[in-house]
Nanobody
């Protein structure tokens, strides 16, 4: 199983980035897909999850209204559109795959597979 996250970079506050996670080696359409992030010295934080069919999405309070998750099961891809970025969004962002994560979709232990992470840096 491989989850390849990309799309991170350096952006000014107020800007946007779109993260992409390409999945391979697993039956993608049966897995919920999530994004988590971890800043230096802090615990891993839930960002967003989308259910296997794409029918439901969940977003963490700190990014609500700014970040949107989506997926394309035909391409085995999941996306995280990040708008109105703030310096506090600076972190390594990880994509993860979990089977039937609800209701504990925000719990990182519910996810079976993890990508390598992509760095997002937001300057003030």
């Amino acid at each position: 199983v491989q989850l390849q996250a990309s799309g991170g970079g350096l952006v000014q506050a107020g800007g946007s980035l779109r993260l992409t996670c390409a999945a391979s080696g697993l039956p993608f359409s049966i897995y919920d897909m999530g994004w988590f992030r971890q800043a230096p010295g802090k615990e891993r934080e839930f960002v967003s999850t989308i259910t296997n069919s794409g029918g439901s999405t969940y977003v963490g309070d700190s990014v609500k209204g700014r970040f949107t998750i989506s997926r394309d099961n035909a391409k085995n891809m999941v996306y995280l559109q990040m708008n109105s970025l703030k310096p506090e969004d600076t972190a390594v962002y990880y994509c993860a795959a979990g089977f039937r994560t609800r209701p504990e979709y925000a719990n990182s232990r519910r996810y079976n597979y993890w990508g390598q992470g992509t760095q997002v840096t937001v300057s003030s």
